[in-house]
Nanobody, 115 residues
Framework: QVQLVESGGGLVQAGGSLRLSCAASGSIFSINVMGWYRQAPGKQRELVATITIRAYTTYADSVKGRFTISRDNAKNTVYLQMDSLRPKHTAVYYC?????????WGQGTQVTVSS
């Protein structure tokens, strides 16, 4: 059974930073892509950033230059460094992992940015 455990969310003032972590455990087979998505109240879940096994990254236009995704393949862990946060970044952030066998989601971690 595969689990994704997220951490690092919380409350931060505008202009502050947070670093999210997501550790995968269990019977993990070839990981292709890990990434982060978010869902704000009343909105659909949207892509934030992804990173492949070869460290090729993609970002939503709204976070380019502000967020940085990275991963530690040996630890099956993906990180999201979020800088210069704004209230519009408030959402539940979900970790995602795509392997050759399945598509997995974490339980989500709340990020709240106060003005």
């Amino acid at each position: 059974q595969v689990q994704l455990v997220e951490s690092g969310g919380g409350l931060v003032q505008a202009g502050g930073s947070l670093r999210l972590s997501c550790a995968a455990s269990g019977s993990i087979f070839s990981i292709n892509v890990m990434g982060w998505y978010r869902q704000a109240p009343g909105k659909q879940r949207e892509l934030v950033a992804t990173i492949t096994i070869r460290a090729y990254t993609t970002y939503a236009d709204s976070v380019k230059g502000r967020f940085t995704i990275s991963r530690d393949n040996a630890k099956n862990t993906v990180y999201l460094q979020m800088d210069s946060l704004r209230p519009k970044h408030t959402a539940v952030y979900y970790c995602n992992m795509i392997t050759t066998r399945n598509n997995y989601w974490g339980q989500g971690t709340q990020v709240t940015v106060s003005s």
